[in-house]
DNA sequence: CGGTATTATTTAGCCGGCTAATCATTAGTC
DNA sequence: GACTAATGATTAGCCGGCTAAATAATACCG
């Protein structure tokens, strides 16, 4: 590298890491990286919306849409029709989606220690609080609509 | 959310914010996200090839070649064979990839700014310590076969 | 009640990640 | 020199991000 890293490009260097990671990770699941989340808040109440897990994740209706549809035709979820609401479909589990949750969880914990590996518990909560300044900072930089 | 966050997840949030950001800021100069950081490359060093790219910024061939095909189509770059092995081609700036370096290196301080806002330079010397430190762990982890 | 506005989901297309396969070129070996 | 192995770039297809547009259903207002 001929520059010095800066500290952005570093963090640019995390994402890309992690996000490889948790491919690797989740490969032998049949999982892909935007899917654990959901079926983390699908085993913990099921029938929400389509938006209500958008919003949940913050992520578009467009990029969510999708996601589901993959997900549904692997065997994880299904989504039915809401009987008030035509517009509307929700979204349960399968069997399936409910019976990979261990091994799931058991990945996420997996992905979290290979990541922290070697931080004392002071330093995780220097980190977490480093952590949630800077997504802070962020959030309220995108939402900030520019005027440039 | 109606799990607590764990570091890993705000580790995730904190990337997805992040490359929001950066698609926010870059999107007025017609740059997608993965194009600054080639940009950054080829003005201290020009006629660089693909592979030399793509293992510069640890991406893969496919994904470089393609990334490369789009900037020389949006005017940044054009690529040359190399004489010396038609296999082989090298990648030049267009003068408009010169010309957009002072509001291209703009833009990244301007993010920097935004993601680290409230932090004092001890504070920042701290952080990059942290993030050194979960990129070498995430680098080893992926890097090791998984016999899983 | 009729017309307009809003909403929920989907599709298309762009982007950057990846793997696998392909093709032409080059390197290496006998 | 002939053959095989390796290499560089590309393409196809999958994924998750986005925006924009579309369609059907629902809400709102006069």
Redesign the interface.
């Known amino acids: 590298?001929?520059?010095p890293d800066?500290?952005?490009?570093?963090?640019?260097?995390?994402?890309?890491?992690?996000?490889?990671?948790v491919r690797?990770?989740f490969e032998?699941l049949g999982l892909y990286r935007g899917q654990p989340?959901i079926l983390?808040?699908l085993w913990?109440?099921e029938g929400l919306t389509h938006n209500e897990l958008a919003l949940?994740l913050?992520v578009t209706p467009a990029t969510m849409s999708r996601t589901l549809q993959r997900m549904e035709k692997a065997g994880f979820l299904m989504r039915k029709p809401d009987p008030a609401d035509q517009r509307v479909s929700r979204v349960y589990l399968t069997g399936h989606g409910r019976a990979v949750q261990e091994q799931v969880q058991q990945a996420?914990q997996r992905?979290?220690a290979?990541?922290?590996?070697?931080?004392t518990a002071e330093?995780?909560t220097?980190?977490?609080g480093?952590?949630?300044?800077?997504?802070g900072?962020?959030?309220r930089?995108?939402e900030e609509k520019?005027p440039?």
């Open positions: 590298m001929h520059f800066t500290l952005d490009f570093l963090l640019h260097q995390v994402c890309h890491l992690h996000h490889h990671r690797q990770v032998s989340p983390r808040i913990d109440e949940r913050h996420l992905i979290e290979d990541t922290f590996a070697g931080f330093e995780l220097i980190l977490r480093y952590l949630e300044r800077i997504r900072n962020l959030w930089a995108t520019d440039c």
